[in-house]
Each structure stands twice: as structure tokens, then as C-alpha cells.
């Protein structure tokens, strides 16, 4: 699926030696299970838990406390945006990282809204879903290009207040919605990627983001950008 794109440059959570302590909810239970002895065989990383429905899921959170929950977006009793509601009403400090074969710009608008770190493909690369499981982080949204590209993430929404953003910022705003870096932002607007880098920069910088996906996730919460 490629790496994913988004707070790639932050350093690996966790202090030597401790593990990072996740939960999986799928309702598919040989996948769940590859994927908790993948987990296992990893150094900083350990599966503590497995659900197979939103609500094993929440009586397994709620029991095990885990730093970070692997969400299915499809379960037997509800979705995983139901389910990752819950579990951060429960705990808002946890981190959750949702996967899905079929997504969908409103999935992925709402996901950044609650307060999901991560939404990955589950048919995607088994390296590239632990790199993004060891980087994420709350108030950060991480999204694989391929989820990205073709879809409107900006799309229609209610309005609100907001920073103000430059025509050309907002330019570059969009094509990084639709998940161009920046080499590809700035060759379609006609810049250099010196100059789509600093606009890049001052759109990070006026929306308080760490990541182009937080920004653009930023953006939508506040309803800046219709369709365009």
C-alpha cells in the first residue's frame, strides 16, 4: 500500500523496553489472529487483546487499558467509527488505527473528526501497517496515499471559523487533499517545490498541524474549503 503518508518525521513512541500494549477488534479471527502473532514477534510491540464485535471490543478496552486499538471499519453489531467513538469516550488517550477495504471520503472525514489516528487499507502491506502503528499519535491522522487519491476529502460541510489561507494556499490545500506530495503539488501548479514547500510550511504553520493529512483533516473539521 505504500508507506503511509503523515507524521512520518515524528520519533517512535515508547521508552526502551516497554511495548507498546494493542488491542485488535475484527470480526475475521484468522486475520485477527496473523495479525496478534505479527504483533508478538515484533520487539516493541505486544497484542493483549482480541475482540471479534463493537461490543467484545469495548469490554476488552475497557478491561486491558491498551495503548492502542487496531479497528476493523466493518463489525458484525455496528461500524468502527461507532466503535472507536466509544472506546475514546472511554479512553481518550488511546490511539486508534482503522482499517478498511473499501473507504470512502465521508468515512474518512468522520474518522479524522472523532479522533481516529490512523485509516489504512486492510489488504495493505504488513510493514507498512506497524510502521504506522509505532507513529501515531492523538491529534495526528495518518492516511496510506492509496485511501487518499481519487477521493474528496475536503468535500461539502458546514462552515466555521478558520485561519485565513492564501488563494494559492488553498491551491495547494486541495492537491493535498487528493494526496500529492509535494514534488507532484508543485509541478501541477506550475512552482517550483522550493516555493510549494514554503506554502506547504505556512498552511501547517496557520492550521496548528504537524502533517499535511493533519492539516488537511484540520481544514475539514473546520468547514474552510467546499467543493473546488
Known sequence: MGTPVGLLDAEADGTPGHRLRVVVIDDHRTFADLLSGAL??????????????????LA????????????????????????????????????????????????????????????????????????????????GFLVAP??????????????????????????????????YDVTRNARTLGISVHTCRGHVKSILAKLDAHSQLEAVAAATRLGMLGVG
Open 40 to 57: 508478538a514477534r515484533e520487539a516493541d510491540l505486544d497484542c493483549v487483546g482480541l475482540a471479534s464485535s463493537v461490543a467484545e471490543g
Open 60 to 139: 476488552v478496552c475497557a478491561g486491558l487499558r491498551p495503548d492502542l486499538v487496531i479497528l476493523d471499519y466493518q463489525l458484525p453489531d455496528g461500524d468502527g467509527l461507532q466503535a472507536a467513538e466509544r472506546i475514546l469516550d472511554q479512553d481518550p488517550a488511546v490511539r486508534i488505527v482503522m482499517l478498511t477495504g473499501f473507504p470512502t471520503a465521508p468515512a474518512i472525514r468522520r474518522a479524522a473528526a472523532i479522533g481516529v489516528c490512523g485509516f489504512l487499507p486492510k489488504d495493505g502491506v504488513l510493514s507498512s501497517l506497524l510502521e504506522a502503528v509505532r507513529r501515531v499519535r492523538p491529534g
Open 146 to 179: 492509496g485511501l487518499v487519491s481519487g477521493l474528496d476529502l475536503l468535500g461539502s460541510g458546514p462552515t466555521g471559523p478558520g485561519p485565513s489561507l492564501t488563494a494559492r494556499e488553498l491551491d495547494v490545500l486541495r492537491l493535498m487533499s487528493q494526496g
